[in-house]
């Protein structure tokens, strides 16, 4: 099993920049696809982005392609969002992920989530 919990987030205008970060822990934590994930109030909670195991694969939905940037430190156990050019559409918590099943934008591959961080963005 692993372990999850994200920091960062927080408030930022629209066009502004944020980050989150996410520590795994656990035997496993550098050998499984991690993903970043959010939920708007209101609404189902939605896939933004995942990077395998290796860092090698990439995978974003179409609503942050170009805009967001996920990476991973396997020796620091970490993976990060860089989130730019925001707009108040990606207010949400934000939700880190861990798949031993690989990089996928399915909610059923992940098994293991963190608590959230909150980020919102005002315009």
């Known amino acids: 099993q692993v372990q999850l919990v994200e920091s960062g987030g927080g408030s930022v205008h629209a066009g502004g920049s944020l980050s989150v970060s996410c520590a795994a822990s656990?035997?496993?934590?550098?050998?499984?696809?991690l993903g970043w994930f959010r939920q708007a109030p209101g609404k189902e909670r939605e896939f933004v982005a995942a990077?395998?195991?290796?860092?090698?694969?990439?995978y974003y939905s179409h609503s942050v392609q170009g805009r967001f940037t996920i990476s991973r430190d396997n020796a620091k156990r970490t993976v990060d969002l860089k989130m730019n050019n925001l707009t108040p559409e990606d207010t949400a918590v934000y939700y880190c992920?861990?798949?031993?099943?690989?990089?996928?934008?399915?909610?059923?591959?992940?098994?293991?989530w963190g608590q959230g961080t909150q980020v919102t963005v005002s315009s």
């Open positions: 992920a861990s798949s031993a099943k690989g990089v996928a934008g399915e909610e059923s591959f992940y098994d293991s």
């Open positions: 656990g035997r496993t934590a550098s050998s499984v696809a």
């Open positions: 990077i395998s195991w290796s860092g090698g694969g990439t």
